[in-house]
T-cell receptor, first 110, second 111 residues
C-alpha cells in the first residue's frame, strides 16, 4: 500500500510565525504535491515537485515555499503565517498516474 | 472558466437509487482522468480511473466522452455508505503529472 504521511493532523500557529508542514512518501514516487482545500474553493495546487531539488509553482504559490532535499520528503513552508492561510493542507505523491494523498493537516492561524 | 467543473450538489437520493455525476474539463489535451471519493474531514481516496473504453467496478461505472470533454460517474443501488463528496481529477501531461481537481459533488444517500 502506498503511504503518504503528513507530520501533523492539527496545528495552531500565531500570525507571523514560520510554519513547516512535512510530508513523507514510501513508494519512491517522483512527483509530490501540496494542495490546500477550502470550502467552496476545492483543491488548489500550491507547489509541486517532479524530482529532488526541483519545484514548480502551482496556482496559488504566494506566501509559500517548498523544499525537496530527498525524494521521499516534500516540505511546505509558510514564511510568515497569516490568518488567510488557515486551511486544510493536503500532500500527495504520484508516479505517472493517480495521486495518493496524506491524511491532511488542518492549520489554524490565529 | 474553471479548468475542471462539477455540480457541487448536494444530490439527495434514497437508498437503492441510481445516481450519476458529470465533470467537464476545458483542456482538450487532457490525458488521464480519475474519480476520487472524499469523506468529511478526510483525505481524497482514489475511487477509480477513467479509461477511454469506460471502466466498471461493481456498482460504479465511469465513462469518458472526449468529444464533449466530460467524464461521468454512475453509482447503482446506492448505499448509505456511498454518502461522500466525489471529486474528478484530470491530468494534462505537463511536467510533474499534475492533477487538476474539480470542486467536488456531494452525495447524500438517505434511508
Amino acid at each position: 500500500d502506498v503511504k503518504v504521511t503528513q507530520s501533523s493532523r492539527y496545528l495552531v500557529k500565531r500570525t507571523g510565525e514560520k510554519v513547516f508542514l512535512e510530508c513523507v512518501q514510501d513508494m519512491d514516487h517522483e512527483n509530490m504535491f501540496w494542495y490546500r482545500q477550502d470550502p467552496g474553493l476545492g483543491l488548489r495546487l500550491i507547489y509541486f515537485s517532479y524530482d529532488v531539488k526541483m519545484k514548480e509553482k502551482g496556482d496559488i504559490p504566494e506566501g509559500y515555499s517548498v523544499s525537496r532535499e530527498k525524494k521521499e520528503r516534500f516540505s511546505l513552508i509558510l514564511e510568515s503565517a497569516s490568518t488567510n492561510q488557515t486551511s486544510m493542507y493536503l500532500c500527495a505523491s504520484s508516479r505517472t498516474g493517480e495521486a495518493f494523498f496524506g491524511q491532511g493537516t488542518r492549520l489554524t492561524v490565529v | 472558466r474553471k479548468e475542471v467543473e462539477q455540480d457541487p450538489g448536494p444530490f439527495n437520493v434514497p437508498e437503492g437509487a441510481t445516481v450519476a455525476f458529470n465533470c467537464t474539463y476545458s483542456n482538450s489535451a487532457s490525458q488521464s482522468f480519475f474519480w476520487y471519493r472524499q469523506d468529511c474531514r478526510k483525505e481524497p481516496k482514489l475511487l477509480m480511473s477513467v479509461y477511454s473504453s469506460g471502466n466498471e467496478d461493481g456498482r460504479f461505472t465511469a465513462q469518458l466522452n472526449r468529444a464533449s470533454q466530460y467524464i461521468s460517474l454512475l453509482i447503482r443501488d446506492s448505499k448509505l455508505s456511498d454518502s461522500a463528496t466525489y471529486l474528478c481529477a484530470v491530468k494534462d501531461g505537463n511536467a510533474g503529472n499534475m492533477l487538476t481537481f474539480g470542486g467536488g459533488t456531494r452525495l447524500m444517500v438517505k434511508p
